[in-house]
């Protein structure tokens, strides 16, 4: 399920699915879209390159900055409290730049394990994980993680022992989630900087687990 | 304010419009895990009309009474947030 499925009948001579152009009409948001932005530039309210650079900061973020709040909780009794506690006012005193996100985090522990899922749309922290893949916005995923997350996790490889309590989290208003993954073994005295490369984008979601050291 | 803890339920309704209750949450039986706070309620700002401040809460429920028989593991949970106009709490 992680993967996409593309349709194999349509292959190129290297055995690469064809892209469809996008030649189908704009739609009404797409035109509307256009319109208000185009109208917004020639009132010089910005400009076609401040809304690139928009965009590219948006591209910038990626899970290197979650990564990091792991790492000090794993390292850093107090912060984790903290984090615990005000997830938001912990990573913005951390000087990441949440913007008005109301950020949640869940726990991972020896008997218990979090997964984030947002059955309305793709609630996701954008903030500290980037852009959502796009499974995360499937209504695969979407709709089975919240009925059958132990299969779900199952095909990310994540096999929960029957002892342990899966908690789902649905997205569904103004909070956004972050899992807190459980440190792994052998990693005793390891910098932050060596932590945060143990900690991937779907142990934050809950889907994957960190990296074992070695 | 309702406190952690405290069991609810939500309400089973269906007016038109954008709403936040998912509908396999809706008459279903759970227990506050906290409160979040007042947010401006998403049915009117939805559509840029004044919108007045609704507490939040992070609502549990256990896969059994989600799903019943059907539950994967009637232990497991699941959160959500749960805006006050949502929740009665006498028919818990």
Not at chain 1, 81 to 96: I, N, P, Q, V, Y
Not at chain 2, 45 to 72: H, I, N, T
Request: negative net charge; aromatic residues 8%; proline residues 8%.
């Amino acid at each position: 399920m992680p993967h996409d499925h593309y349709d194999h009948h349509h292959l190129s001579p290297s055995g690469h699915p064809y892209r469809e152009d996008n030649d189908a009409p704009l739609s009404y948001w797409q035109t509307m879209e256009i319109a208000i932005r185009e109208i917004m530039i020639e009132k010089g309210e910005f400009t076609a390159a401040e809304v690139n650079a928009q965009i590219e900061a948006m591209d910038a973020r990626n899970p290197t900055n979650g990564a990091k709040v792991v790492a000090r909780a794993w390292d850093e009794p107090s912060f984790k409290a903290a984090l615990l506690a005000d997830g938001s006012k912990a990573t913005r005193e951390m000087g990441f730049d949440i913007g008005p996100m109301n950020l949640v985090a869940v726990e991972n522990t020896e008997d218990t394990h979090n997964v984030i899922v947002c059955t309305l749309c793709s609630c996701y922290p954008r903030n500290l994980l980037g852009l959502p893949p796009d499974w995360y916005k499937t209504r695969e995923y979407r709709s089975r993680t919240v009925k059958e997350p132990r299969k779900v996790l199952a095909e990310f490889g994540v096999d929960l022992p029957e002892a342990t309590t899966c908690r789902v989290h649905d997205s569904t208003a103004d909070m956004r989630y972050i899992v807190l993954p459980a440190r792994p073994a052998g990693t005793e005295g390891w910098s932050q900087e060596q932590l945060a490369e143990l900690v991937t984008r779907d142990s934050m979601i809950g889907t994957g687990l960190p990296k074992v050291p070695g | 304010m309702l406190e952690a803890g405290a069991q609810v339920r939500i309400r089973d309704m269906s007016p038109p419009g954008h709403i936040r209750t998912p509908h396999y949450l809706r008459g279903k039986t759970g227990v506050i895990e906290r409160a979040l706070g007042p947010y401006e309620n998403p049915e009117q700002r939805a559509y840029c009309l004044p919108a007045p401040e609704k507490q939040l809460y992070r609502v549990r429920f256990s896969m059994r009474e989600l799903w019943g028989d059907e539950a994967e593991t009637p232990d497991d949970t699941l959160d959500a947030e749960i805006y006050e106009h949502w929740i009665d709490t006498h028919a818990a």
